[in-house]
């Protein structure tokens, strides 16, 4: 059974006390402060609902792309069915290239319209699946994911190209997430009251565009967790990082 984190507060109606929610009853509060007209909002399969689903489509004038998990068991297992009882249909689109960490990558994807009025999902306009394949250029090692989604987009709207590319756009959001939970162990974080888990958060996530703008700028194929050990080293490094040096721009953190 999935047991989103507590991440926000609701007020209680009739008293001045607020109470704490999870992602799926705070998502569409959130973006009532966003103007998302027009745009094509993806979330994590946890927040793949049909009343966030109707709350995009028909109160907002969005669209949504979600992956289906085991969340919506139902819901993934009819894609899956689909695509893997019709082995030979091609690719709608073949995508290669260099991933991070020294992969090389090849993205497939699959889109389909036919399941569109059996789904038992609103606004369903098309259906896809998704499949990943990497070889590390350093051990050889291949590893191959298969996702299933569906987005309310429709074909004339966004071509396989095009939903493959917002796939991306969101797991590269997720990564974010991934470095928070598991290099900074965000979930056993001691800061929990007042502010301050908010503001920690803010903290993390500044650190974390540093390292990344960094290491664009030196095009560097270092991970998140090896930048933070060398930084953890080599406090200078961190001054430089932050630019507080008069010499920032030449030192680095070997």
């Not at 001045?16 to 979330?43: F, H, P, W």
């Not at 098309?126 to 590893?143: G, H, T």
């Not at 396989?160 to 974010?176: F, I, M, P, Y």
Request: charged share 30%.
């Amino acid at each position: 059974m999935l047991r989103p984190k507590k991440v926000g507060t609701l007020p209680v109606k009739g008293r001045d006390e607020e109470k704490q929610t999870n992602e799926i009853k705070i998502a569409s509060q959130l973006l009532d402060l966003i103007d998302i007209e027009g745009k094509t909002v993806t979330m994590d399969a946890l927040l793949t609902q049909r009343s966030i689903a109707q709350y995009l489509v028909e109160e907002r004038n969005a669209h949504y792309h979600f992956t289906a998990k085991g969340n919506q068991k139902n819901l993934l297992e009819d894609i899956r069915y689909y695509f893997q009882s019709n082995p030979s249909i091609t690719p709608d689109f073949v995508q290669y290239g260099e991933g991070e960490h020294g992969r090389i990558e090849t993205r497939k994807i699959w889109t389909t319209t036919a399941l569109n009025k059996y789904l038992d999902f609103p606004h369903v306009a098309q259906s896809f699946m998704i499949q990943r394949e990497s070889i590390d250029k350093k051990s050889s090692k291949e590893s191959c994911e298969i996702v299933y989604g569906i987005t309310s987009c429709s074909v004339e709207q966004k071509s396989a190209e095009q939903v493959l590319k917002d796939n991306r756009g969101h797991w590269k959001v997720e990564s974010t997430h991934y470095i928070i939970d598991w290099n900074y162990d965000e979930d056993r974080s001691q800061i929990r009251t007042g502010y301050g888990p908010e503001n920690i958060t803010q903290l993390r996530r500044f650190a974390i565009g540093l390292l990344e703008n960094r290491k664009q700028r030196r095009k560097s194929n270092e991970t998140m967790p090896e930048m933070m050990m060398k930084l953890l080293l080599n406090t200078r490094a961190v001054f430089d990082c932050l630019k507080m040096t008069r010499n920032s721009s030449k030192l680095s953190m070997a």
